[in-house]
């Protein structure tokens, strides 16, 4: 099997892995991900937090590659060399992409859904600085109700397409998807339009930020007050495997079981996940580990992490 | 009209637009000679040895690209010829389509025949509408002659070329994205490897070409690639069409054999025919508003002292500190009396509004540039923003999925290196900077500026 090594560590992978999922496996020093998804395919490439720098291209090409890469997207050789948090050049890149992605983002955390459970706030912090060198007006948006379930407040979105991903992989129909260009580029209906499908609400799982938001959940409570068990009922669309979200003996809100890297395990329908919302509906399992490294992590036990074997889809 | 043209040599003669009169100045013979004569390979072998390069901006060698079309897959395979042209300062593909027509479609099918091709496109921008008519007209008298449809001129070989309009955006003119326009889905840039030569349209293996690198092909089967070889200067063989504007006494178009010197080309009365109004030359932009902009001192010399040719190599020379790049060809040239911070900000506003939006850097990076530039244009600068939009554009550089990304930060990086002391006066003099422009500032001197 080709050897990788990064960050100084070598590992054996199989022909077509990436360099993240090959980071993922090692288990250290993962390069941050905002947009690849290893469920949905085709994802990545497009946040540019995931930038590497590739130092010796293979054995049989020692070169080094000219520019950083997107890790996500990069496939390794065998005898590649990467380097990642080793390398100051990618931690000023990767500074910069965060500084970038930052500002037009509304910095909204207090009122928002996502807080403490949101991957830019978490990158904010780690690759941030304190203060913003942007002070130009931000770009704004509309709220929009898509749907029953579903909130857009796409001011927060950093079009990641993780969402449109999801409507093209999981429903039968998209309805939504992205229209216009650069930083005028938005996730809409276009024509307000109602998503309205089964899997529909695994757009709220997937999005990074808060841009896509269950309304069922809406200020009802800050997610790192609410304590996650894992449950599971009989369903006849999906696995029915969830995590519920309790305050007290109430369920304020369902979603997919996360993984360390904050990838749904198993998408869940709509049923399980906005109409199910009695403790009765379910069986309980247990308490759900949280990633400790995550906000939401404070107000909990440490739990061990359950250790995740990314998939690996094969060379394209 | 002293010098070899291999392009415009017909192009005023008002006749050469239809079919007949483009035959009876000599046209469709490299497609006789291409299908009675030669072997597919034999035509791709022509175009490696005649050293022709993309004239779509990068200058990557035709025949190269040609010989890397995936040929193991019985997937049928495309030739895309890319008439985008979107870049400011660029016009020169325009000219070929609107006079030539037909030269176009006869480099399609040698090209397309090379390539092992039976199905062709040219992807125009839609701002050219008229020029799709007339496309269209001359594709119609290429079939009725028999030089397109089934059993092209009675050989086993068949081709349909079409000509399909894009939606009015530059990045359609980037190669993958075009190829997902063409498709019909929104012009994202697809991330790469796989490339087109592999998969390319509909998961096919397809070749992007340059309207004017595919007008060379007739010339190179006709006369030979080592022929089309001797002209021009090392490794930049043939003619260039440059389209020249700004201020100068004679824009347009034209055909010039690579090697000839930046200052003939500026001054000679053959060409641009020297600046409007005896003014000074103050700055140029050689290649189209991506390629770094030169400051005086740097035009007609290099940084060694030699002198700039009209050559890949030699506008190249001195890398991104004192040199910049050939690129599609529009030659943007400033006078005394410009301002490059204002020019800076135009270009950014092109870039800001052009951005497809797919990755961060470049989506978010432009529309700051653009108000950092604005700001600094408008006499609300500060100091510390002329570093700050040094930094924005390092983050950019690099950093992005397609070239775009270069391409909108390389214009701002050459213009703080070169024309520092400019962006400065327009934060100390902010009233005068609104009434009056800098003028040469030290764009001249001789020294070599500290960069940054
Ligand atoms: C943003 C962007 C815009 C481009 N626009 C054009 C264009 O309008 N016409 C063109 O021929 N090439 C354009 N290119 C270059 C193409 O991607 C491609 O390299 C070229 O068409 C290849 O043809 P050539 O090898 O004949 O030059 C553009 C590239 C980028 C990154
Ligand atoms: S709404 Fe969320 S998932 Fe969709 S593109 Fe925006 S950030 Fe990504
Ligand atoms: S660099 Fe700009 S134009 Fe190119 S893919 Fe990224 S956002 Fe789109
Ligand atoms: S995770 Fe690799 S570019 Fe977004």
Redesign the interface.
Same mark, same amino acid.
């Given at each position: 099997m080709p050897k990788v090594t990064i960050d100084n560590i070598t590992i054996d992978v199989a022909p077509g892995t990436t360099i993240l999922n090959a980071a993922r496996m090692i288990g250290e020093n993962v390069p941050p991900a905002m947009c690849y998804y290893s469920k949905l395919k085709g994802s990545g490439g497009k946040c540019r937090v995931c930038l590497v720098k590739v130092t010796k291209s293979s054995e049989q090409n020692p070169r080094g590659m000219p520019k950083l890469v997107a890790s996500c997207c990069t496939q390794i050789a065998d005898g590649m060399v990467v380097e990642n948090v080793t390398s100051p050049e990618v931690i000023e890149a990767r500074k910069g992409v965060v500084e970038l992605l930052l500002i037009n983002h509304p910095l909204d955390c207090p009122v928002c859904d996502q807080a403490g459970e949101c991957h830019l706030q978490d990158l904010s912090y780690e690759h941030g600085a304190a203060t913003t060198r942007y002070d130009f007006g931000r770009r704004t948006f509309d709220k929009i109700d898509i749907g029953p379930y579903i909130q857009l407040h796409m001011t927060r979105c950093i079009l990641c397409y993780r969402c449109v991903y999801v409507a093209d992989q999981l429903t039968n129909e998209r309805r939504h998807g992205i229209i216009n260009r650069g930083d005028a580029a938005e996730i809409s209906t276009y024509i307000q339009n109602v998503i309205d499908n089964d899997f529909s609400g695994n757009v709220i799982d997937v999005c990074p930020v808060g841009a896509l938001t269950d309304k069922t959940f809406r200020f009802k409570s800050r997610v790192w007050f609410t304590k996650p068990m894992n449950a599971h009922r009989n369903c006849d669309k999906c696995s029915g495997k969830v995590t519920l979200w309790f305050q007290g003996e109430e369920v304020l809100r369902v979603t997919g079981r996360k993984d360390n890297y904050g990838e749904v395990d198993e998408f869940i329908c709509n049923t399980c996940r906005f109409e199910t919302k009695q403790k009765s509906d379910w069986v309980i399992e247990g308490p759900r580990r949280i990633d400790t490294h995550s906000v939401i992590a404070q107000n909990h036990l440490p739990y061990e992490l359950d250790v995740v074997h990314p998939q690996i889809e094969a060379a394209q | 009209m002293s010098r070899l043209k291999i392009l415009t040599e017909h192009i005023n003669k008002p006749e050469i637009t239809g079919i007949e009169g483009y035959i009876k100045n000599g046209g469709y013979r490299s497609v006789e000679k291409a299908l009675k004569k030669m072997q597919p390979d034999e035509v791709t072998e022509e175009v490696k040895k005649s050293g022709l390069r993309g004239r779509g901006g990068a200058g990557f060698p035709t025949g190269m690209k040609w010989s890397f079309i995936f040929k193991g897959s019985d997937k049928p395979r495309y030739l895309l010829c890319n008439a985008d042209e979107s870049e400011p300062g660029t016009f020169k593909d325009r000219l070929l389509m609107e006079k030539i027509p037909h030269l176009l479609v006869e480099g399609m099918i040698v090209s397309s025949f090379a390539l092992g091709v039976r199905t062709a496109y040219i992807y125009i921008r839609g701002e050219y509408m008229y020029i799709m008519h007339i496309l269209q007209q001359a594709i119609d008298e290429a079939y009725a002659k028999g030089y397109l449809g089934e059993n092209v001129l009675g050989s086993s070989y068949s081709l349909d070329l079409h000509v399909h309009p894009g939606g009015g955006?530059y /990045?359609c003119g980037e190669e993958t994205a075009l190829i997902e326009s063409l498709e019909g889905k929104?012009g994202n840039p697809r /991330?790469k490897p !796989?490339f087109p030569a592999v998969e390319g349209l509909w998961g096919c293996p397809t070749i992007v070409n340059n309207v004017e690198t595919i007008c060379k092909v007739p010339f190179i089967i006709n006369e030979g690639g080592e022929a089309y070889a001797k002209i021009g200067i090392g490794a930049s063989t043939g003619t260039k069409l440059i389209s020249a504007c700004g201020n100068i006494n004679k824009p347009g178009v034209y055909e010039i054999e690579l090697g000839v010197p930046v200052e003939e080309f500026i001054y000679s009365d053959e060409y641009c025919g020297g600046i409007k109004g005896g003014k000074q030359l103050k700055a140029l932009v050689p290649g189209g508003s991506s390629v770094p902009i030169l400051p005086q001192r740097l035009i007609t010399t290099t940084a060694k002292g030699e002198p700039r040719l009209m050559s890949y190599e030699s506008l190249a020379d001195g890398g991104f500190a004192t040199g910049s790049m050939l690129g599609s060809g529009g030659f943007i040239v400033f006078d005394e009396d410009q301002c490059v911070v204002r020019n800076t900000w135009n270009f950014s506003r092109f870039y800001?509004?052009?951005?497809? %939006?797919?990755?961060? !850097?470049c989506?978010? %990076?432009? %529309?700051?540039m653009e $108000?950092i530039l604005h700001r600094l244009e408008h006499g609300h600068g500060r100091m510390e923003d002329i570093d700050?939009l040094w930094?924005v554009q390092? $983050?950019i550089e %690099?950093?992005? /999925?397609c070239p775009f990304g270069d391409a909108a930060a390389w214009p701002v990086a050459a213009a703080i290196r070169h024309f520092r002391d400019e962006f400065e006066w327009h934060v100390l003099q902010p009233q005068e900077a609104t009434r009056r422009n800098y003028g040469m500032g030290r764009s001249a001197e001789p020294i070599e500026q500290v960069t940054v």
């Open positions: - | 955006a /990045i929104r /991330i !796989p800001h509004h052009e951005s497809c %939006g797919q990755c961060s !850097p989506r978010e %990076g432009t %529309g700051w $108000k700050l930094d390092r $983050k %690099g950093n992005t /999925i």
